[in-house]
């Protein structure tokens, strides 16, 4: 199954893209682009995901309701939510929430069917048009976003060090750097809690040499975040940042923690028969 065509946003010529979904690609994504390319090099190597690994079986011990969720925990900021999945998570007043039925993915760059190698839905961006350029020269101007966060479903996974480790090098890889993958920096995934309660794992992954080695006008280094816990179905979840790293305007990595801090879970509304 392919997505659409890409209905806005992007990465230039490393396909990142932000469309509109069917019902039917929202379910692909939401429940997880199951992937193998684990990256990292030198001392940041990731320690190898135990295959036999359970998830995390702490969840928010007062899973809020929906209602509650769209309040955000950071006065002024916003609250961005995934009735999908049942997660929610707040960015600053400055950031765009896209609808619910939008997506984020990137695709290899090699492949024209741009099958997702990884995406999530829900997503809010900052800055969406930070960047524009017809990298891959087929006559539509792409738009780089400076940064974007979402979440999505880790079905693939059996841990959540498993699911934040896999996940976050391949978010920087398929929107900065690839085909290359020496030059990715994948930390060891650490415990984490947020302001709600809500304790998982989370792992962050950068770039390094991507100026140097390419010459489009939005090529630039990457860093992600990836936060993995469980819902309050005890599925396997994760939440993401991906964005651009060494510019000028590049989001500070305490704003990423701060909206990182926000992401709770909640018990979606059940669908009106």
């Known amino acids: 199954m392919q997505p659409p065509p890409p209905g806005g946003g992007g990465g230039g010529g490393n396909r990142t893209r932000t469309v509109a979904i069917g019902a039917a690609i929202a379910v692909v994504l939401a429940c997880g682009v ?80 741009e099958k997702p190698l990884i995406g999530f839905t829900a997503p809010a961006m900052l800055k969406e048009k930070w960047c524009e350029s017809d990298a891959d020269k087929d006559g539509t101007m792409d738009d780089s976003a400076l940064g974007m966060a979402g979440s999505r479903g880790e079905a693939g996974a059996k841990s959540t060090t498993q699911a934040a480790v896999n996940s976050v090098g391949v978010w920087v890889y398929g929107a900065y750097t690839q085909p290359n993958k020496d030059n990715i920096h994948t930390t060891r995934a650490e415990s984490f809690t947020t302001k709600s309660g809500l304790k998982g794992t989370v792992a962050t992954a950068t770039s390094s040499g991507v100026t140097t080695e390419k010459t489009g006008k939005c090529d630039t280094d990457g860093k992600a975040t990836t936060f993995a816990f469980l819902d309050t179905k005890g599925d396997l979840v994760s939440w993401s940042f991906v964005g651009a790293a060494g510019v000028p305007d590049e989001i500070p990595d305490a704003t990423v923690q701060k909206i990182l801090s926000t992401v709770r879970v909640f018990t979606p509304p059940k669908p009106s028969s």
């Open 34 to 113: 199951t992937t193998a390319l684990v990256l990292g090099s030198g001392k940041d190597d990731p320690a190898k995901p135990d295959p036999t690994a359970s998830p995390s079986t702490t969840t928010d011990p007062n899973p809020r309701s929906a209602a509650n969720a769209q309040k955000p925990l950071i006065p002024g900021w916003k609250a961005v939510l995934n009735p999908t999945r049942g997660v929610a998570f707040d960015v600053p007043p400055e950031w765009a929430v896209k609808p619910v039925t939008w997506s984020s993915y990137v695709a290899d760059r090699a492949d024209p069917d």
